[in-house]
């Protein structure tokens, strides 16, 4: 799987709006500074979409289903550092479920606070 790294607030707050495609296998990895329960929305992104919260240590503390252009909020049951978003389906496709670890590589960028 390949994913953009969205570690700036700009970045983040972008996220995958106003976008009319994702690849298969493709997605987005958002990285805060640090840990903390963390809330996503679907304003303005017409992808369905799957979202993994996931723990400093690469734990993926639950999986949850995104509706196209929702405002609901879905948040976090845990103190999370990554959150990870790829078209609806894929983990499920892929095996992938709560308590998984994801390997994350020594490369990725520090998230930024900076305005």
Known sequence: MTVEVSATPESRRQGLMNREALARDRGMLFVF??????????????IPLSLAY??????????????PFSLESVDSRAEVKY????????????GVGAGDRILLPSSLPEASDAR
């Open 33 to 46: 500074p640090e840990s903390d329960y963390r809330s996503f929305w679907m304003k303005n992104t017409s």
């Open 83 to 94: 959150a990870l978003e790829v078209n609806r389906g894929t983990f499920e496709r892929l």
């Open 54 to 67: 996931i723990r400093e240590d690469g734990a993926i503390t639950g999986i949850y289903e995104l509706e």
